[in-house]
């Protein structure tokens, strides 16, 4: 072995221990090592309970035993003094236990297990559709009389349906019935918006391809396949419902349009044939010239509708509250001196109001939808008559021929109306657009009832501006 060499004086003596030897390689694990970490080195496999299931109690430790009642109890199992529970009486208790406790006597073991074996039993039915588009089909389908509208589709029947909303549907499938009035029982009763709810469920061509490629037996179908069927066999289905909607609403839609017009040809005709609203508009011309220019004579020739608004902002100097508006209503009033009550334009213009309510866009749009749609209907009876019975072909036909006719007659009324609209657009030049000049005209009215609800309710304050005494007229100037 090599040989130390001597220490330097003055170092520290270093005592180095001898390597350690290579331990030896670990021991292949026994069949008793290779246990989980939480089971115990002698825990074995938990056995099976007797009765399926635990009694979940707190048991005390062995250690606790020795100072409680349980210490009594002896090695074999029997107690002291006395021992109820030993031999063949514990046997026999044993025995109801399994027979009462035991899985096997569950009140709903059998039971369950019937139905499971009924169910495992059950072939699977086809799925044709999409997951989510079923899903999506069968909430909507779920609240539709879905056969019953087949049946009517079948031939275009509208009888016992009505054009009912969304709001009243509620009700109708709630059980309520039909609406009020209505002689529609609620036995095969159904409403355009079930028919509007249907369409967007239709199957998709594709959808209905893969449905009619299907010849197997119908009950091995999911429910929602087998209420679409029908949908998908039936020729021109989106049409049908188009149609029947048609049906059901036109009397509505035609009659809306024909009030519409009504409104506004009355109105026309009131601010035609006013001869009051003619004579304020002549006093208020003859008042702004000379406001304006120092004298009666027109120089200033008309005025805008719309230049009525004014004359409330043109307030007195020298009376406060007193507008022009009041003025000119004072003035309009002497006319009527003799009568119980002051005149009243607003009277005479009733309809004014009414007709502000009304839209030519709406009433144009109308008439050109429900045309357009009978066009359809006459082409569709034409080119596609095959595609239906006899009995929907003959309903198609009927409903085109009448809706065109009472089409053609309202159109007629529109017409003359259009012709009354332009000639009052006389009296404001600047207001091409019909509504424009009824709701300019129902404001200057709102102004004009409020001025003389003043001089009503303030006689003595006007008094003076109606009947001023006689004066002389300066030159130029206004005659009372």
């Known amino acids: 072995s090599a040989t130390t060499p001597p220490l330097a004086a003055g170092s520290p003596l270093v005592l180095r221990s ?30 099976a309970l007797p009765l399926g299931k635990k009694l979940h109690w707190k048991a005390i430790p062995d250690r606790l035993i020795g100072s409680t009642i349980w210490a009594s109890y002896d090695d074999e199992g029997s107690s002291t003094p006395s021992d109820d529970h030993a031999g063949e009486t514990l046997a026999r208790d044993v025995a109801e236990m399994k027979t009462v406790f035991g899985a096997s006597a569950h009140p709903g073991g059998k039971k369950n297990e019937r139905k499971n074996r009924i169910v495992d039993d059950r072939p699977k039915l086809i799925e044709i559709l999409d997951q989510k588009r079923a899903q999506n089909a069968g909430l909507v389908m779920a609240r539709l009389p879905v056969e019953l509208l087949v049946e009517k589709m079948e031939n275009l029947n509208t009888d016992n349906m009505v054009d009912a909303s969304e709001d009243d549907d509620e009700s109708f499938s709630q059980g309520s019935g039909p609406p009020p009035g209505s002689e529609t029982t609620t036995e095969g009763f159904a409403t355009v918006d079930m028919l509007e709810k249907l369409s967007t469920i239709l199957p998709s061509p594709e959808e209905a391809e893969q449905l009619r490629a299907y010849h197997g037996d119908l ?34 839609q035609l009659s809306g349009a024909q009030r519409s017009i009504g409104v506004l040809q009355e109105a026309a005709d009131q601010v035609r044939s006013s001869q009051k609203l003619r004579r304020l508009l002549f006093l208020v011309l003859k008042f702004g010239n000379f406001v304006n220019h120092g004298t009666t004579d027109l120089t200033t020739r008309g005025y805008t509708l719309e ?38 334009l607003a009277e005479e213009l009733s309809l004014v109001v009414t007709a502000t309510g009304e839209n030519t866009e709406v009433i144009v749009c ?17 080119q596609q008559s095959s595609q239906y019975s006899d009995e929907a072909l003959s309903r198609l036909q009927r409903f085109a021929r009448d809706a065109s006719a009472r089409v053609g007659e309202v159109k007629g009324e529109w017409t003359a109306c259009e012709e009354s609209l332009k000639e009052i657009r006389r009296y404001a030049v600047r207001l091409a657009v019909v509504e424009d000049f009824f709701g300019t005209l129902k404001a200057f009215l709102d102004s004009y009832k409020r001025a003389c609800n003043d001089i009503r309710r303030s006689p003595k304050k006007f008094q003076q501006l109606i009947y001023p005494p006689q004066a002389k007229v300066p030159d130029g100037g206004c005659p009372s």
């Open 219 to 252: 009950s091995l179908l999911r429910p929602i396949e087998r209420r679409l069927m029908p949908l998908a066999v039936m020729k021109r289905a989106q049409f049908r419902i188009k149609a029947m909607i048609a049906f059901l609403t036109f009397p509505d």
């Open 366 to 382: 109308t008439m050109t939808s429900l045309d357009r749609d009978i066009q359809a209907f006459q082409r569709e009876a034409q």
């Open 307 to 344: 230049s009525l608004l004014k004359l409330m902002e043109f307030k007195s100097t020298s009376v406060p509250g007193v507008t022009m508006l009041h003025y000119v209503a004072c003035r309009l009033m002497e006319g009527d001196k003799g009568e119980s009550q002051p005149m009243d």
């Open 18 to 47: 001898p390597p350690l030897a290579t331990p030896p390689p670990p021991e292949p694990p026994s069949s008793a090592s290779r246990r989980t970490p939480n089971s115990g080195p002698h825990k074995k496999k938990a056995a």
